[in-house]
């Protein structure tokens, strides 16, 4: 059974940094394009970056482009999520994805999915 496991959420001010990690179990991580969506109270769940099964194309919202960056080690299985200069309507609940061998912008067309860690940011 693939399990997807979101870490690194918390509280922090607006300007400031936050490193989310998405673990994966059950699946050959290698072969999955993996996907960062958020969820904000009231709206839809909104794809925030994705990166190919080796990493080695990305893709990001307009929104967060040039400030937050996705990275796989699949080595560890594990997915990241750096986000930088973070602003007050980057508050959500942050989830990760799992797609064999793609990386849809529709959350929808995802296999698996992590539990979700809230990050807010304060003004």
């Known amino acids: 059974q693939a399990q997807l496991v979101e870490s690194g959420g918390g509280l922090v001010q607006a300007g400031g940094s936050l490193r989310l990690s998405c673990a994966a179990s059950?699946?050959?991580?290698?072969?999955?394009?993996m996907g960062w969506f958020r969820q904000a109270p009231g709206k839809e769940r909104e794809f925030v970056a994705g990166?190919?099964?080796?990493?080695?194309?990305?893709y990001y919202a307009d929104s967060v482009k040039g400030r937050f960056t996705i990275s796989r080690d699949n080595a560890k299985n594990t997915v990241y999520l750096q986000m930088n200069n973070l602003r007050p309507e980057d508050t959500a609940v942050y989830y990760c994805?799992?797609?064999?061998?793609?990386?849809?912008?529709?959350?929808?067309?995802?296999?698996?999915w992590g539990q979700g860690t809230q990050v807010t940011v304060s003004s």
């Open positions: 994805a799992a797609r064999s061998g793609v990386v849809p912008l529709n959350p929808s067309r995802y296999d698996y």
């Open positions: 059950g699946l050959t991580f290698s072969t999955y394009g």
């Open positions: 990166a190919s099964s080796r990493g080695s194309n990305t």
